[in-house]
């Protein structure tokens, strides 16, 4: 059973590019969540998705960055113009139920380099 | 509003040393309390979890109690191993949302 799938793993660019982050979730699961890991630091929430909705974007910025979770194929996380604030790792964690303490599986990530 | 705060690091210590790395949080109402581990390059896995006062859970040697009354939920393992070396994130959920501490950085030396 393969677990939280992520890609890429590594992705470089440059100022004013678009990113675009993939996660699958684990087989089963329709609760997808993205956060994001500044160097040394914990993981911030951004967005909580279910197939076809965004539940809560709180944790979002508002401008440049957007989210989806169709109801075929991944969850994409788009980042539009990057800055070299953006760079970060990405982590997808996926639950098989909506509530919160349902255990949250984590994707290996995807860490982004903006040049 | 709802958050974590945990044990600066980095830790280290010696194999077999005991480990503590303190956590306590800050809930408007009954969060869900957490531990993972990242092990390098890797992203975050559940080591454990409580969801209600007094609960202790508990996975590979490492425990944690969720103190209520002294909101913490401090993890614990009586003899580390060179293997353990990892950054350890507590974490809360209450209602729509997650909160991560910062994490400590632990390692243990041979």
């Known amino acids: 059973n393969a677990g939280v799938m992520q890609n890429p793993r590594h992705l470089v660019r440059r100022r004013g590019q678009e990113a675009r982050l993939r996660c699958s979730p684990m087989?089963?699961?329709?609760?997808v969540y993205w956060y994001r890991q500044l160097p040394e630091e914990g993981l911030k929430f951004m967005v909580y998705?279910?197939?076809?909705?965004?539940?809560?974007e709180s944790g979002m910025p508002k401008e440049r960055f957007s989210a989806e979770f169709p109801k075929e194929g991944p969850s994409i996380l788009r980042i539009q113009q990057v800055v070299r604030g953006d760079s970060a790792a990405y982590f997808c964690?996926?639950?098989?139920?909506?509530?919160?303490?349902?255990?949250?599986?984590f994707g290996p990530g995807t860490r982004l380099t903006v040049l | 509003g709802d958050s974590v705060t945990q044990m600066e690091g980095p830790v280290t210590l010696s194999e077999e040393a005991f480990l503590t790395i303190n956590c306590t949080y800050t809930?408007?109402?009954?969060?869900?309390l957490f531990w993972y581990v990242q092990y390098p390059g890797e992203g975050l896995q559940l080591l454990l979890k409580?969801?209600?006062?007094?609960d202790k859970g508990s996975n590979k040697g490492f425990e944690a109690t969720y103190r209520k009354e002294t909101t913490s939920f401090h993890l614990e393992k009586g003899s580390v191993q060179v293997s353990d070396s990892a950054v350890y994130f507590c974490?809360?959920?209450?209602?729509?949302?997650?909160?991560f501490g910062a994490g400590t950085r632990l390692t243990v030396k041979p």
């Open positions: 809930a408007t109402g009954y969060p869900s």
């Open positions: 998705l279910q197939k076809e909705n965004i539940i809560d």
């Open positions: 409580a969801t209600k006062a007094d």
């Open positions: 964690a996926s639950s098989y139920m909506g509530d919160f303490t349902d255990t949250q599986y």
């Open positions: 087989k089963g699961h329709s609760h």
């Open positions: 974490a809360l959920t209450l209602g729509n949302d997650m909160r």
